[in-house]
């Protein structure tokens, strides 16, 4: 009986916990803040878009290639310069997906709608 309650909690459990991983329809208020020189933009898996600091952190626009947005475009507009990046928080803290992505008074991408 013991293992029966610990394996249907298991099976209740985990789907909510891979749930609460997925990022849909982030919003400011659910966003970590952050601002980032970039030093270097290139393709990450699954046509992300991959913004990196000089000290090696990363963050990523999911399918950024997809919604029409190219590298060549990016290097010209933020590339070496300082950005704000809306970070999506998710239940482990802050993720690299990038929610909104401005620099000075200009939104570049956003997913808030």
Avoid: W
Wanted: aromatic share 8%; with cysteine; net charge negative.
């Amino acid at each position: 009986m013991n293992c029966t309650i610990k394996k249907i909690t298991v099976l209740l459990v985990l789907p909510l916990l891979f749930s609460s991983c997925i990022i849909q329809n982030p919003k400011p208020e659910d966003c970590d803040v952050k601002e980032i020189v970039v030093a270097k933009i290139y393709e990450g898996g699954t046509l992300d878009i991959v913004f990196a600091e000089e000290n090696g952190d990363f963050y990523y626009i999911n399918r950024g290639l997809e919604q029409g947005y190219t590298l060549s475009e990016l290097e010209e507009t933020v590339l070496n310069k300082k950005v704000t990046l809306h970070l999506a928080k998710v239940i482990t803290g802050t993720s690299n997906h990038i929610a909104q992505l401005a620099m000075d008074d200009e939104i570049i991408f956003t997913e808030f709608k």
